[in-house]
């Protein structure tokens, strides 16, 4: 008999596809508790070595935690002040001048579009080896089962990478928001969100010289407007 497929059971899967590349980083499936019908899903690139940029105990406690086992309590976009969370909640913070419902809580889960954890290199190494483009073209099928599977209202794609699971689009702001159906053969559909990198708010844009901080709370305004984000 066929078992219905469970949050644990994609937290292995997902361990399981990354311990392929054989490398001595951990693998992190998941940085939040999970649950059906998120208002928010935030997919980045990979985490950074930097749950706790200021206590390196404290920094392994979590990461080893995360590696470990699905989180229950422990919720990366709420708990920790590394600079994507702080980038998310400064973000939060400003639409809330003109959407008060638009909150990051315990509603929000988290991921990535890669599990392996890394320094602030980031992939360059990784994508070198010759299983990872196998591990990633796995992860992205696992990613969009389950997002058929949650059911998230609403998905956030963070950063060039992140976004590459559903654009091919070269540049950021070539990409738009849009509804997707959640599955084949569903006729749900949830929105997705293309924003700058939550890492790299302080950056800017070299043409136009528009921060990406100014960029990202443009673009998570319009998604609302246009009905591409729901709150």
């Avoid at 649950?35 to 940029?53: A, C, Q, Y």
């Avoid at 001048?97 to 638009?102: I, K, L, Q, V």
Wanted: net charge negative.
């Amino acid at each position: 008999m066929f078992d219905a497929p469970s949050f644990e059971q994609y937290f292995n899967r997902i361990t399981k596809i990354w311990m392929r590349l054989d490398t001595p980083q951990r693998t992190i499936p998941f940085c939040t508790p999970l649950r059906h019908d998120p208002e928010f899903l935030v997919i980045g690139t990979n985490h950074s070595n930097n749950f706790d940029p200021n206590d390196i105990v404290e920094n392994d406690r979590i990461a080893d935690a995360f590696s470990k086992e699905l989180p229950t309590q422990e919720h990366t976009l709420l708990d920790h002040h590394h600079p994507f969370a702080q980038g998310l909640k400064k973000i939060a913070l400003e639409i809330q001048n003109d959407y008060t419902d638009f909150r990051v809580t315990r509603d929000w889960i988290g991921t990535n579009r890669c599990a392996i954890q890394t320094d602030s290199s980031g992939l360059g190494g990784l994508k070198r080896l010759d299983q990872y483009q196998a591990c990633e073209r796995d992860m992205d099928n696992l990613l969009l089962e389950f997002i058929s599977f949650c059911k998230p209202r609403n998905i956030i794609l963070t950063g060039m990478h992140a976004c590459g699971l559903f654009y091919t689009d070269k540049k950021l702001k070539d990409m738009k928001p849009k509804k997707i159906l959640l599955g084949e053969n569903s006729d749900e559909t949830t929105n997705l969100i293309p924003i700058w990198h939550l890492s790299e708010l302080w950056r800017y844009d070299r043409y136009s010289g528009e921060s990406f901080k100014d960029k990202t709370i443009r673009r998570l305004k319009e998604a609302i407007e246009d009905g591409f984000c729901e709150l």
